[in-house]
């Protein structure tokens, strides 16, 4: 053997390995039902998010960033095929090129031809043939897995943002978990048949949106219909009321709300390894916690205000309140920064990129007024 057919030999089976590990990341992403992405997709989530982030960095304005945001899982998408498609390109232009012994330039035109099935560049000969309709073949599948894809993401974004809408009407916008309890209040006296029934149909929507956003990451960027929701802050106002409704709210023993609040940390937990989202496994009950005394403090004052009846005892009710948020806090906050969620107590209003937006705006505003008492023209 020469050392030029070695080669070919090698370049032969390196472009059929990338070619069927390309077609292999298309059918994990698309066909398994599981968290179980190749390469590619990973990468070309985290380059389109990372380019979307720096661009939202320049704007002060949430709707401003809400706006260019909204467009991160489109573009990431249509990005996610081209990526796929060109990698194949690229597999098959090394199989040409060893094949047909013709110049690189002349493989990747071959190629480029063979796969939109355009025929403008082609080779008569049997085997150059066959890999032309294969790589045809090819590019078909995967444009058609992604068209199959669509129905999949829009059908579970559909049953996500109907529960955020229904939790509109019951937390407010931005949503609150004590509005929620008001609320409740003031429809039942007793609230608990009527709040009980909201913890069970959550526990389902946060079972759902576990699977669903597992199996496809990119949900996780899809944005609400309006831009002042979401279902991340939907989520922490679900998970921050039935925290309170267990701990500090005097009621019948209610264990839906519990239920509630394990399936949804565990689902928020599913979804941030899906992201490689650090956080303890293990919390301790008295672990840190971003809410303070004094933010729980104000809280139970509103609903002391809105008529629910707490326990007696609120330092317990505090310790037993936060001993359920440690167990969500961090990951409610890395998915909140991560997807640039609209401003929510105690959810994204803590977030540091929102906290560096808004260090920002407050130094171009003490720098305009320093202009202006200067006499400077902007």
């Known amino acids: 053997m020469t050392l030029k057919d070695f080669f070919d030999a090698v370049g032969f089976a390196v472009g059929v390995v990338a070619a069927g590990a390309t077609l292999m990341s298309a059918l994990r992403t698309v066909v398994l039902p599981r968290a179980s992405q190749g390469w590619i997709p990973g990468l070309t989530m985290r380059a389109t998010r990372l380019l979307f982030s720096a661009r939202a960095r320049h704007h002060d304005d949430y709707r401003q960033r809400d706006v260019l945001m909204a467009m991160l899982a489109p573009v990431a998408l249509l990005t996610m095929l081209i990526s796929w498609l060109m990698v194949t390109v690229a597999a098959y232009s090394l199989i040409f090129f060893t094949v047909t012994s013709k110049s690189l330039a002349t493989s990747i035109e071959l190629s480029g031809s063979s796969i939109v099935t355009l025929g403008t560049v082609s080779d008569n000969r049997f085997w150059p043939s066959v890999l032309g309709d294969s790589e045809a073949g090819v590019g078909l599948l995967i444009v058609a897995l992604v068209i199959s894809y669509l129905p ?223 006499g400077h023209r902007l």
């Open 152 to 374: 999949s993401i829009y059908s579970a974004f559909t049953r996500r943002e109907t529960g955020v809408t229904l939790l509109e009407m019951r937390a407010g916008n931005p949503p609150s978990a004590t509005t929620m309890l008001v609320r409740y209040r003031r429809i039942e006296e007793g609230m608990t048949a009527e709040i009980t029934e909201l913890w069970r149909q959550w526990e389902q929507w946060f079972a759902d949106i576990e699977e669903s956003h597992t199996t496809f990451p990119i949900l996780v960027f899809f944005r609400s219909p309006h831009g002042d929701r979401s279902w991340i802050t939907a989520a922490g106002a679900l998970l921050d009321g039935a925290a309170l409704w267990t701990a500090a709210v005097e009621h019948p023993a209610d264990p839906h709300a519990q239920l509630c609040l394990r399936s949804g940390f565990l689902a928020l937990r599913k979804i941030a390894d899906a992201f490689g989202l650090s956080y303890d496994h293990d919390p301790a009950p008295d672990d840190p916690i971003t809410i303070s005394r004094a933010e729980w403090d104000v809280a139970i004052d509103e609903l002391h205000k809105g008529g629910v009846k707490t326990v007696a005892d609120l330092d317990v009710a505090w310790s037993k309140w936060r001993g359920w948020r440690v167990n969500y806090d961090t990951v409610l906050l890395d998915l909140a920064r991560l997807i640039e969620a609209p401003p929510a107590a105690w959810v994204s209003d803590r977030s540091p990129m929102r906290e560096q937006v808004g260090r920002r705006a407050s130094r171009r505003a003490s720098l305009l007024t320093a202009r202006k008492a200067s």
